[in-house]
């Protein structure tokens, strides 16, 4: 059984920094492409992140191009979202997902995945 525990959210201030972690269980974490979700309340789940196996290929959705970033470390099974110059609209339960691919195809679509993580909850106030 695949298990994806996320941590590292909290309550900030417009501007600042967090950064979430994601812990996956098992011995092929290395195997999968990676993904973080973040669900506002009353929107749709929407896609954040990706990376792919080996780490040296990112995509992101445009609004958070150029603040957050993805990475991973395969070592720690572990893969992270660094989250720079928050804004209160970041505010929603980020989630880590596994993806069925290894690459970042088709990482923006929800059905790409087969595990997800529990949310952690990130609030940015203005």
């Known amino acids: 059984q695949v298990q994806l525990v996320e941590s590292g959210g909290g309550l900030v201030q417009a501007g600042d920094s967090l950064r979430l972690s994601c812990t996956v269980s098992?011995?092929?974490?290395?195997?999968?492409?990676m993904g973080w979700f973040r669900q506002a309340p009353g929107k749709e789940r929407e896609f954040v992140a990706g990376?792919?196996?080996?780490?040296?290929?990112?995509i992101y959705t445009d609004s958070v191009k150029g603040r957050f970033t993805i990475s991973r470390d395969n070592a720690k099974n572990t893969v992270y979202l660094q989250m720079n110059s928050l804004k209160p609209e970041d505010t929603a339960v980020y989630y880590c997902?596994?993806?069925?691919?290894?690459?970042?195809?088709?990482?923006?679509?929800?059905?790409?995945?087969?595990?997800w993580g529990q949310g952690t909850q990130v609030t940015v106030s203005a």
């Open positions: 997902a596994r993806a069925r691919t290894i690459s970042t195809d088709n990482l923006y679509q929800r059905g790409t995945y087969d595990y």
């Open positions: 990376i792919n196996r080996s780490g040296d290929n990112t």
């Open positions: 098992g011995r092929t974490f290395s195997s999968y492409a």
